[in-house]
């Protein structure tokens, strides 16, 4: 399989999805120009350590904006982890519903028909503070799916927490790597 990490940051789910493909697939890890500034550029440094010494043989590394993506009906699968909401609630480069849908345009455009695209995020819910609480509410994530083209397939709550109420930041003491969230199976019709 060829398959797309979006928006990788430090390369956790490419690395995962590298062993997932094995030697004979390949794994590109695409992150947007903002990454380089983000944190002093850290996210961007500890990828560029993960590849070091070519760990990762079958792993591609590139730093491209969503419109720019170089592909063309040629990968099996795209995954976009846990970085909706920082597009759909940015004030920085892509913002809103205009910035997710330029991102989820690169993902359509780079899929073969029938491919897959895997979509996660931590749940928000309505009437809270999700900008704050770094949260997107599932409804609008396959709003968006749906707008961009997309046939959503399935939704898993196999990273659910019934213990996170969503009233408080991601990165809230004893939260952080257990909020509640969702997972979405789309692909792009043939």
């Not at 931590?122 to 961009?148: C, Q, S, T, W």
């Amino acid at each position: 399989m060829t398959v797309l990490d979006i928006y990788t940051g430090a390369g956790y789910n490419t690395e995962i999805l590298s062993a997932a493909v094995g030697p004979s697939g390949l794994v590109y890890a695409q992150n947007y120009h903002y990454v380089l500034q983000l944190i002093n550029g850290a996210r961007h440094q500890a990828m560029l350590a993960r590849l070091a010494k070519n760990r990762l043989p079958n792993v591609r590394y590139m730093v491209v904006n969503p419109e720019d993506m170089p592909f063309e009906n040629s990968v099996d699968m795209v995954y976009w982890g846990f970085n909706m909401h920082d597009i759909y609630n940015s004030d920085k480069a892509y913002i809103g519903e205009a910035g997710v849908q330029l991102f989820l345009q690169g993902m359509y455009r780079a899929l073969k028909p029938g491919g897959v695209l895997g979509v996660s995020d931590h749940v928000g819910e309505k009437g809270y503070d999700n900008v704050k609480f770094h949260r997107l509410e599932p409804r609008i994530m396959k709003e968006m799916l749906v707008k961009a083209g997309f046939k959503i397939d399935a939704t898993s709550d196999l990273l659910g927490n019934l213990n996170d109420d969503h009233s408080q930041s991601i990165y809230a003491d004893g939260l952080r790597y257990k909020t509640d969230r969702i997972l979405i199976r789309a692909f792009k019709p043939e």
